[in-house]
């Protein structure tokens, strides 16, 4: 399995434009769907995203934002593939490049123990062949990650600036969101806001407000 995985990112090809648009349709349709049965999860991420950087990432990945940079790609997969194409193998690049930066990689396995044992012998061997590929980079150990800067700046302009925001779908439920900070940035919380939120979740938002 560890050799598929190493020939697949090797050997990959990246000049199939049908097989791109596929992938792009597919993934689209998944958010569409997603959004109709759980808006309330994308509403959440879009507001989350003016507050943290991370929060930011991962609704670009995989909140509303995803689908409007999926739908863009694919008009760029139609009408200038060349450049989608780049694109693709830079990223391929920059995956290569990332196995060789600080003192290691990190892949998580999960399994039980004599699983784990059978693994490990050939983990190493592949680890260890693409690390005497190329000169380890270290430059970058200790220093912010790349994402951060431009994170924080879109953070900035993220927010609806106090205006409200919609998104049309087609489904027979509504769903509204409304944020606010409960604390302030860095402030030490323990354990029992976890009790409120879940009540406030399956609790006050049920059975007073939908019923």
Not at 67 to 85: C, F, G, T
Request: aromatic fraction near 6%.
């Amino acid at each position: 399995m560890l050799d598929l995985f190493m020939d697949l990112l090797e050997n990959c090809e990246l000049d199939r434009q049908d097989k791109a648009l596929q992938i792009l349709d597919r993934e689209m349709s998944a958010i569409r769907s997603a959004i109709q049965s759980s808006g309330h999860a994308y509403a959440v991420k879009k507001m989350e995203a003016q507050y943290d950087p991370l929060s930011l990432t991962v609704e670009n990945m995989s909140g509303v934002s995803q689908l409007l940079i999926l739908e863009q790609l694919a008009l760029d997969a139609r009408d200038r593939w060349p450049a989608v194409r780049g694109r693709l193998e830079r990223l391929k690049d920059g995956i290569w490049k990332a196995w060789g930066v600080g003192v290691g990689s990190v892949i998580s396995l999960t399994g039980e123990g004599k699983t784990i044992d059978a693994v490990e012998r050939d983990l190493k061997r592949v680890l260890s062949s693409v690390v005497a590929m190329k000169k380890v980079d270290k430059s970058s150990i200790g220093q912010p990650h790349p994402w951060l800067g431009p994170a924080r700046e879109a953070m900035k302009v993220y927010g609806s600036g106090g205006k409200n925001e919609g998104i049309v779908v087609s489904s027979q439920v509504s769903y509204v969101g409304k944020e606010g900070l409960m604390y302030n940035p860095n402030e030490e919380i323990n354990g029992s806001t976890d009790v409120v939120v879940h009540y406030l979740k399956k609790g006050y938002l049920w059975y007073t407000v939908r019923e």
